[in-house]
């Protein structure tokens, strides 16, 4: 079921020679670090990112993912934000705006389902409780990094502001908070991928590990504690959210 | 990996044999045939699901799964609602309360990895983009059903609300919607489920169906197009959420 070592190394490579299709064009600062860690290993290449944003966009409340092109984005950061650029941008609002945030989604392809099974572990027990594996029809396996730790709220309406000055200050402050919480889940998840995964290699950025055709070595085996989490009854502590996959860090879209 | 015949029966047995641990205690209306219907087949059985819901919970932002026993619910409803039933509630907010929609969750135990996949086809086909699977490390495959449909905004802060009513009237019309959205597409779930998998028995009722140990048939063999979904080529013309497990339909714990 899973792809062999030939089928895994060139959907890698197809990969890396690939173009980034996201908007931003680029890895996030805040996790490329674990992008390079994770692309270093031979068992495992990330197609997708993004380290966290606050964002603005403007459309209808139905606005589905095909139209999403038609939604016109007002703000985004991958930082905190002060209020005033916030509303700065608010004021460009012509339809239904949302303020959202959203955290850190990561998707990694895996050479075999226990490689994805081990990174699931680390991601539940980092706090990311809504991660999940896909098993593709062509043997494709993908683990996507999932958190619960979101805020949405509509805060105009045909180009009218419903919320007060006061209130989307109230909005940026816990955004802002939410945006720390997220940095440490993915500082915790970086320190447990690092215990489970022996590095191979020093670190390099994404570029370089694809220009320099990493020599991988075996990964270490697994320790009982590694695999100890079995999901329904993943650590409790932690509340996170959902987000589109097609935005930050797009790698691989076949 | 996989457990083999005798194990999953033990575990489905073992599921039905137990206390429904959810506050409700009871599977939502809305999807009790879509339960049932899974139920009815032996290669799965449903450990916890919750329909959709509209809430307002009372507690601090930063408010751990671990600490939501400590949050107090204020509003809780499974069906659309009324602003002033929930401006009422409001009344009652003395920390920091949060209004909430959270769509359509549900987790299945799969008897084997490929029952996972069939699923998680017909679940991203149907819109719910954030569904995965979960092997266990005892070989339990599970698959959760996730939206990314969601709605999450503060309201009250130290028992002071932050709102109009005119605002809140205007979230609960917006939430509203998200429902009529929800339960679309669970119908689309459920016809697409039926597709998959040929029933095996008249519907009924979860209990009826712990009652009666019904007489399981195979699935019938799946066509190409059942499984045609690689989940990185995911329709797009769904969004959705994120939601926390343990409140509606839960059944099995271990």
């Known amino acids: 079921m899973a792809g ?9 490579d197809q990969c890396f020679n690939k173009c980034d299709f996201s908007k931003k064009g680029s890895v996030d600062e805040d996790i490329s670090h674990i992008v390079s860690f994770i692309n270093s290993h031979d068992r495992y290449f990330t197609t997708s990112s993004c380290s966290g944003r606050i964002i603005l966009f403007d459309g209808a409340w139905d606005c589905q993912e095909v139209q999403k092109q038609n939604c016109s984005w007002l703000f985004v950061t991958h930082q905190k934000c002060h209020s005033e650029d916030v509303l700065a941008s608010l004021e460009k609002s012509v339809g239904d705006t949302t303020f959202k945030f959203e955290p850190f989604v ?19 027990n980092s706090g990311f409780r809504n991660s999940g594996i896909t098993v593709g029809k062509k043997g494709k396996i993908m683990m996507a990094i999932r958190s619960t730790h979101c805020l949405e709220v509509p805060v105009s309406h045909k180009g009218t502001v419903l919320i007060t000055d006061k209130y989307l200050d109230f909005l940026v402050r816990v955004s ?79």
């Not at 062999?4 to 890698?12: A, E, P």
């Not at 990561?106 to 539940?124: N, P, S």
């Not at 690092?194 to 697994?222: G, M, S």
């Open 176 to 254: 802002n908070q939410k945006m720390e919480e997220n940095l440490k889940r993915i500082e915790r998840f970086y320190e447990c991928l690092q215990t489970a995964l022996q590095p191979q290699e020093p670190r390099c950025t994404l570029k370089e590990t694809a220009d320099k055709k990493p020599v991988y070595r075996r990964r270490r085996k697994r320790t009982k504690d590694d695999s100890a989490t079995d999901c329904c009854q993943a650590i409790k502590d932690h509340k996170e959210s959902s987000e589109e996959e097609t935005d930050c860090n797009l790698l691989f879209l076949s």
């Open 106 to 124: 990561l998707h990694v392809q895996c050479k075999q389902l226990e490689d994805a099974q081990l990174l699931h572990t680390v991601a539940v």
């Open 4 to 12: 062999n070592s030939v089928t895994f190394q060139h959907w890698k």
